[in-house]
């Protein structure tokens, strides 16, 4: 069994072992700075926000009643954090969302399944970064980090629904991306 997955290793961390929390830390800050990073903040805000996501879980870490996984429990609170930081020092225009009708199917259709090599693989992970905030997470929490659209719609703060819209338009905007000339011919699927 993983230590991080065993009981006892929690309930270190709850009771403030500090061998515990740094492993905790180490195991997930690049979760944290993924989070922070797809929301835009640039290298200095991260690590201000990471350091705000670990103070507020290590505060939560009894309160923590294991309903989610650990993972999807810290992504929430960097979400959250993440959110708040960009509301108290930047403008949100790209966090408001629309009402959608259009739903995602499965995985299955998204451009990254379709990804064949390496080098093509991180083209389009770059044009993910170039999606807008909301849609851009949704797509790595949902693709990169498989998770599941509840999972995301409890980090994300919002319905299921609208993480469906999310991961629609983002893949949508992605397929026009990866027909564009920035990819070339073989984006168009020619040999």
């Not at 807008?132 to 999972?151: G, H, I």
């Not at 980090?155 to 026009?176: A, H, V």
Request: some cysteine; glycine content about 8%; proline content about 2%.
């Amino acid at each position: 069994m993983d230590r991080y997955e065993n009981d006892n290793w929690l309930d270190l961390l709850r009771l403030g072992d500090h061998q515990a929390f740094g492993e905790f830390i180490d195991k997930y800050k690049e979760t944290v700075f993924l989070c922070c990073r797809r929301l835009g903040l640039r290298v200095d805000e991260v690590e201000d926000v990471a350091s705000e996501v670990f103070i507020a879980a290590y505060k939560g870490l009894a309160r923590y009643g294991g309903r989610a996984e650990l993972g999807t429990w810290i992504w929430s609170i960097a979400y959250r954090k993440g959110i708040d930081y960009l509301r108290k020092n930047r403008r949100l225009g790209q966090l408001d969302s629309e009402a959608c009708q259009d739903m995602v199917e499965s995985r299955a259709e998204g451009p990254v399944s379709a990804v064949q090599n390496k080098e093509l693989e991180e083209m389009v992970w770059e044009a993910v970064e170039r999606l807008p905030r909301l849609w851009s997470l949704a797509v790595v929490l949902y693709y990169r980090e498989e998770k599941s659209l509840a999972d995301i719609a409890t980090i994300m703060d919002s319905k299921e629904n609208t993480i469906k819209t999310y991961l629609f338009r983002g893949r949508r905007q992605l397929k026009e991306m990866l027909a564009g000339p920035f990819f070339g011919e073989n984006a168009h699927g020619d040999s």
